[in-house]
């Protein structure tokens, strides 16, 4: 007797389909048979078919049971199928009668094979388990929560299944084969990423390059519009390599015939095959293509790129030791990392995308991301969250650290100078502080989010805390200035240049960044020492008793000794932007230079130089 699941179910014995009861009766055998070969308890029936006990449920159940030992009755006696044992029933399948196992025994033995490299024989066996299947299982009780649960982790191991052997039919050299079929599946199935990447490399193989990069387009601007993320590590490299046609997208040589045997046909021999490899590839992004049109010259460039210190890539978060500056891991984020924060038990990385991904301070891996669907101006952790001011709007954020949940706080744009412009955040003093619209600092209750109090200040655009003070620079004007959070009052104001990035207090002082370089004040606002940095700063933040600075086209990140301000300088490479310090941990925030592009380019190019 067969008993099949995996399409409208069914029970056939001898080749010939058995006729079932009604819902019920149904209902009542596919939980048997879900549970083939075990006790299932009277109480667990009842509870599944009739839901709430109702008058004349429990011989409503005996009767269903009568009727089906009947129905499955092969001569052998009633007991020899369904059986009663203890306080339930037990449905008694033999080996390689239920379709459900059959399945699941395929499917795992071609998973081996292919990991194995037994290639050909794993497409063999996963398309026979593939086979199997007739239709949606369980679906005449998809208002049953029994059917729910188990036919949602049937559909994902079919989907898995497939992956599985596309795979195998990819390193068989049947790319162009298989290109149509993968076209339906990410129509169907328009979130998973795998199918995505299989399509666009079967499209590559199959010598339709710009339609496995418009595979990549459509997959990015889908996720990005829908959930508010870039495409995973998965697609992004697929797509790095695709650009640079990395040789290790393509088989070692395609599969073959044999020639045949006497009196035979020929027999299908696949070459030794190799993965696509994994190697991270770089490329130009969107804005370092909006340079300003000037002498245009062609200029040969060949060779392996370089290696950057400790491999680490654009498009990441770098750690280092504070100790030693030495690069211990990084984290592959999206090509527009953008702000990092410590604080809360985690490292936070805002990328340009408006997406925040949360790090383990531990583990450096990704805890999990958040899609904060906004321009960030500036980012803060505090006060039991992370606070986020959009860069567009007078719209403050405020993000969850346990479950990642974003609540928006609307904050007053009446008498803002620039009311369409956000501002930097800090927390301390058991408050918020907002730059509004180049006009004002907001201080707001982090509980209620209402507006406690506010200062006009022309130009506010950073503002910090530490040393028991708010500071803010009007980046424009060069002004900082400090803010006593007892008075609500500026207690100072003086004037060191234009073009304030950054601000950070630590050691004691007043640290302030623009194109001067590192600028050092007492708490008086008595300028005490100017630091040269080798090149613009991208960001600063006091930490492990040091000041950390990010010089973003030289690569390095530079530690400054408050006591006697001597500098050391750490090479990461590329270009670096936001830095941040938990514990002995520094994280930092790791964009792509020209250099990485051209140094993966081979041939003549055509180089955009500012004329200026």
């Not at 339709?208 to 992004?236: F, H, M, N």
């Not at 990035?501 to 002082?509: I, R, V």
Request: charged fraction near 20%; proline fraction near 4%.
């Amino acid at each position: 007797m067969e008993f099949r699941l995996l399409g409208p179910m069914e029970v056939c014995r001898d080749g010939e389909r058995l006729v079932l009861g009604g819902p019920k009766q149904r209902a009542v055998l596919a939980i048997l048979v879900l549970h083939a070969n075990e006790v299932v308890p009277r109480g667990r029936l009842l509870a599944d078919v009739w839901g709430d006990r109702t008058p004349g449920s429990e011989h409503s159940l005996d009767v269903h049971i009568s009727r089906l030992r009947k129905t499955l009755s092969s001569g052998c006696g009633e007991s020899a199928v369904l059986i009663r044992r203890d306080r339930g029933y037990l449905l008694r399948v033999e080996a390689g009668s239920l379709d459900l196992v059959g399945f699941e025994q395929l499917i795992e033995a071609g998973e081996r094979a292919l990991a194995e490299g037994r290639t050909a024989e794993a497409a063999r066996l996963l398309k026979e388990g593939l086979g199997l299947w007739r239709g949606e299982p369980l679906a005449e009780f998809s208002d049953r929560g029994f059917a729910r649960a188990e036919a949602g982790r049937l559909k994902e191991r079919r989907l898995a299944a497939l992956e599985a052997r596309i795979d195998a039919d990819l390193e068989l050299g049947r790319a162009a084969a298989i290109a149509g079929e993968l076209e339906t599946l990410v129509r169907a199935n328009p979130f998973r990423e795998r199918f995505r990447a299989q399509l666009m490399l079967a499209l590559y193989r199959a010598g339709r390059q710009g339609e496995a990069l418009a595979v990549y387009t459509d997959s990015r601007t889908l996720l990005i519009e829908e959930l508010g993320i870039e495409p995973g590590k998965e697609l992004r490299e697929l797509q790095r390599a695709i650009l640079t046609q990395d040789p290790g997208l393509l088989l070692a040589r395609p599969a073959r015939l044999a020639p045949a045997a006497t009196g035979g046909a020929g027999v299908e021999q696949p070459a030794k095959l190799r993965r696509p490899g994994r190697r991270r590839l770089l490329l130009l992004s969107a804005a370092g293509c909006l340079a300003v049109a000037a002498v245009l010259v062609s200029v040969p460039i060949s060779g392996s790129p370089p290696s950057a210190p400790g491999m680490i890539q654009p498009g990441s978060v770098a750690f280092l030791d504070a100790r030693s500056g030495r690069v211990v891991g990084d984290l592959q984020a999206a090509p527009g990392v953008g702000f990092v924060r410590s604080g809360l038990g985690s490292i936070w990385e805002l990328e340009d995308g408006g997406v925040l991904l949360q790090i383990n301070r531990r583990t450096r891996q990704l805890t999990r991301s958040i899609s904060v669907g906004v321009n960030a101006g500036d980012v803060a952790i505090g006060e039991g969250a992370v606070w986020i001011t959009d860069a567009d709007s007078q719209t403050l954020l405020r993000v969850g650290p346990q479950y990642g949940d974003v609540a928006r706080i609307r904050l007053p744009a009446t008498g803002l100078s620039k009311p369409g412009i956000g501002g930097g955040v800090a927390v301390g003093a058991g408050s918020v502080w907002v730059a509004q619209g180049l006009s004002r600092i907001a201080r707001i209750s982090p509980g209620s989010g209402q507006v406690e109090s506010s200062l006009s200040v022309a130009d506010a655009t950073v503002v910090a805390f530490g040393e028991g003070a708010v500071w803010v620079a009007a980046s424009d004007l060069g002004t900082l200035m400090k803010i006593d959070p007892r008075t609500n009052a500026i207690a100072w104001s003086t004037r060191i240049g234009p073009g304030i990035c950054c601000l950070a207090a630590g050691g004691g002082y007043l640290w302030a960044a623009n194109n001067a370089g590192i600028w050092k004040l007492a708490t008086d606002g008595r300028v005490l020492d100017t630091i040269t940095t080798p090149s613009q700063t991208g960001n600063i933040s006091f930490g492990d008793g040091a000041l950390w600075v990010t010089n973003d086209a030289a690569g390095t990140v530079m530690r400054i000794d408050p006591r006697t301000d001597a500098t050391t300088k750490y090479r990461v490479g590329h270009l670096l932007t936001g830095i941040s310090v938990e514990g002995q941990i520094i994280a930092v925030s790791v964009h792509q230079t020209a250099g990485d592009l051209l140094a993966h380019l081979s041939g003549p190019i055509l180089q955009v130089r500012d004329q200026d």
